[in-house]
């Protein structure tokens, strides 16, 4: 019985060791032995992707947000309509905002090549929004891993479910705490508006009806956003650095120069003062807030074990 279990130890650190883990649980080497390759490969497609379009690292950041805040990590958001399957691309908020698509179907394509049928859309995706804020000047973190794919998705709960720029702040604070979301978490994950860009569509509102909005910047915002028409004109959400992931979009807010009336609403005499305060002068609290947020984001309701699938056209289900 001891040489058994002499000869049966072995086996038993190897695969505790190499071997994916079967029970849900994620871990940041679970492709360790299946795909050793992998995080190489996504980090250098998105930085061709993102020295093409700078703007490529918030879209892909964007993406990922939308489809945590779905029913959990699970890439749902990358599944396409068809005549029998209602996905969330068309959502109203994502639905001509979303974007990024192309370069998901780039990265799974040179994945597939690498490690076929192993790795998830859900875990490419993860890396993908870590890596373009990393390229983007911003932090890094360890991305947890073993994500399954969704076979569903659910255009309801994404029109209700994901924070919209016209709410109030007790209505971004009760979405964000229904996640599992602290109030401070909701301002910090805020903060990745630092980069990318809204469509006058979402920010006409504010620079032409709201009264807590700079009088010079919102005439600044109305030269590219008419009272009607041009919704799809863009402008950047950080006024001072809107390629650099740094802590200026809070000093923005203090100045009353949010973008959006959700990003004012986190300045705007409320509890989330102090905390944006804090940011615009420690950009290192920040950056640690950031990361923590987005690994607790990144946590959110995984499909794990023998749950979904491994996709290999992240824009649909296996068949």
């Known amino acids: 019985?001891?040489?058994?279990?002499?000869?049966?130890?072995?086996?038993?650190?190897?695969?505790?060791?190499?071997?994916?883990?079967?029970?849900?649980?994620l871990s940041p080497t679970f492709y360790a032995g299946s795909c050793p390759d992998l995080e190489s490969i996504v980090r250098s497609a998105m930085t061709q992707a993102v020295a093409q379009e700078n703007r490529m690292g918030a879209s892909i950041l964007r993406l990922f947000?939308?489809?945590?805040?779905?029913?959990?990590?699970?890439?749902?958001?990358?599944?396409?309509?068809?005549?029998?399957?209602?996905?969330?691309?068309?959502?109203?908020?994502?639905?001509?905002?979303?974007?990024?698509?192309?370069?998901?179907?780039?990265?799974?394509?040179?994945?597939?090549?690498?490690?076929?049928?192993?790795?998830?859309?859900?875990?490419?995706?993860?890396l993908?929004?870590?890596?373009?804020?990393?390229?983007?000047?911003?932090?890094?973190?360890?991305?947890?891993?073993?994500?399954?794919?969704?076979?569903?998705?659910?255009?309801?709960?994404?029109?209700?479910?994901?924070?919209?720029?016209?709410?109030d702040l007790s209505k971004l604070i009760s979405l964000f705490v229904s996640k599992g979301f602290s109030a401070q978490d909701m301002t910090a994950l805020s903060g990745a508006h630092t980069i990318g860009q809204a469509r006058c569509l979402n920010f006409r509102p504010h620079v032409y009806n709201d009264t807590n909005v700079d009088g010079s910047f919102a005439a600044l915002r109305r030269q590219g956003c008419p009272a009607v028409g041009g919704d799809d004109n863009l402008a950047p959400l950080d006024l001072q650095s809107p390629q650099a992931f740094d802590n200026l979009y809070y000093q923005n807010l203090m100045l009353n120069k949010g973008l959006l009336h959700s990003d004012q609403e986190l300045?705007?005499?409320?509890?989330?003062?102090?905390?944006?305060?804090?940011?615009?002068?420690?950009?290192?609290?920040?950056?640690?807030?950031?990361?923590?947020?987005?690994?607790?984001?990144?946590?959110?309701?995984?499909?794990?074990?023998?749950?979904?699938?491994?996709?290999?056209?992240?824009?649909?289900v296996n068949f």
Request: with cysteine; hydrophobic share 40%.
């Open 1 to 25: 019985m001891a040489c058994f279990l002499d000869r049966l130890f072995p086996v038993f650190l190897f695969c505790l060791l190499a071997c994916p883990a079967a029970h849900g649980q």
């Open 65 to 126: 947000f939308h489809d945590c805040f779905v029913n959990g990590c699970d890439a749902s958001v990358l599944l396409d309509d068809t005549a029998t399957f209602t996905g969330e691309k068309n959502a109203i908020p994502n639905n001509g905002s979303l974007r990024g698509y192309e370069v998901m179907d780039d990265i799974k394509t040179s994945v597939e090549a690498a490690c076929a049928a192993t790795v998830s859309c859900a875990d490419i995706l993860a």
């Open 128 to 167: 993908a929004a870590r890596d373009g804020v990393v390229l983007l000047g911003g932090p890094s973190w360890t991305v947890q891993l073993g994500r399954r794919d969704a076979t569903t998705a659910s255009q309801s709960a994404a029109n209700t479910d994901i924070p919209a720029p016209f709410h």
């Open 267 to 316: 300045f705007n005499g409320g509890s989330q003062d102090s905390v944006v305060m804090t940011y615009s002068t420690n950009a290192a609290a920040f950056k640690s807030d950031f990361v923590a947020a987005m690994v607790k984001m990144g946590n959110m309701s995984p499909l794990t074990g023998t749950s979904g699938e491994i996709r290999l056209n992240c824009r649909s």
